[in-house]
């Protein structure tokens, strides 16, 4: 049975950066693309970044370079983000999902971020 749990989540003020975390367990995780995505109050589902099983791909292009960096060790079955600079508008829940982009499934519960001044 697959289970991802997020953590790392929490009040950050702007400007600030937070690495969240995401264990898994119930499949060969080295083989798959994990995922980040979030979801803000009141906005659809936003696709942040994927990495592939070996970490040697990461999608989407623009993502890399970006506030967002994903990392992933295999060893520990865990998938980070890393989130910089902080603003009022990363304010959301966070989830990892197994497989690649928007519509990968299954998710986590999802840890929350939330920057205020």
């Known amino acids: 049975q697959v289970q991802l749990v997020e953590s790392g989540g929490g009040l950050v003020q702007p400007g600030g950066s937070l690495r969240l975390s995401c264990a898994a367990s119930?499949?060969?995780?080295?083989?798959?693309?994990m995922t980040w995505v979030r979801q803000a109050p009141g906005k659809e589902l936003e696709w942040l970044s994927s990495?592939?099983?070996?970490?040697?791909?990461?999608l989407p292009p623009d993502s890399i370079g970006s506030r967002f960096t994903i990392s992933r060790d295999n060893n520990k079955k865990t998938v980070y983000l890393r989130i910089d600079n902080l603003t009022s508008e990363d304010t959301a829940v966070y989830y990892c999902?197994?497989?690649?982009?928007?519509?990968?499934?299954?998710r986590g519960q999802g840890t929350q971020v939330t920057v205020f001044a």
């Open positions: 999902a197994k497989g690649l982009g928007r519509t990968a499934v299954p």
């Open positions: 990495l592939s099983g070996l970490g040697r791909q990461t």
């Open positions: 119930g499949f060969r995780f080295e083989d798959y693309w």
